[in-house]
């Protein structure tokens, strides 16, 4: 079976526009784009997207990231190839898109200060619109549950 709905955009064109909104918004400067792509592809990870994983995989290759911090993005926390300010970023993503196991806040101070160590405010803002954009794609994604495309 391929997608549920194959051009979404024929029966609502404002979806381009949203999207070209996100990309203008997360694609600032601000945030470097291997970043960003590490935390689409960490939140394909947990939402368990093989379209939207596969898609950032492919983007980080093309990017030219190397096989073992493409696999390592899975269990990021315990792997040597990712900077500080990477794994302040992979658990943000970690913060938002899993669910605290006892009802704790997801996204606590200490993280908050931690992931603000080495952004600053407009990298901040940056940080949460990706995190929101990858949400936006990653329901897409499980409802119209696309072709994954191989690497």
Not at 14 to 23: G, K, R
Not at 91 to 115: N, S
Request: hydrophobic share 45%; aromatic share 6%; glycine share 6%.
């Amino acid at each position: 079976m391929g997608s549920r709905i194959p051009d979404a955009s024929t029966h609502l064109p404002e979806i381009q526009e949203l999207a070209a909104a996100m990309v203008k918004a997360t694609g600032n400067g601000s945030v470097p784009a291997t970043t960003t792509s590490l935390v689409y592809l960490r939140a394909s990870q947990i939402v368990g997207s093989t379209y939207q994983v596969m898609r950032h995989s492919v983007d980080l290759r093309k990017a030219g990231e190397s096989e073992a911090r493409i696999a390592a993005v899975a269990t990021w926390r315990d792997a040597p190839y990712f900077t500080d300010a990477e794994q302040a970023a992979l658990a943000l993503t970690d913060a938002i898109f899993q669910p605290g196991a006892r009802g704790e806040e997801r996204v606590p101070d200490d993280l908050y200060i931690e992931v603000a160590k080495h952004y600053d405010d407009k990298a901040m803002a940056t940080l949460m619109m990706v995190l929101a954009s990858a949400g936006f794609w990653m329901n897409i994604a499980l409802i119209n549950k696309p072709t994954p495309v191989p690497a």
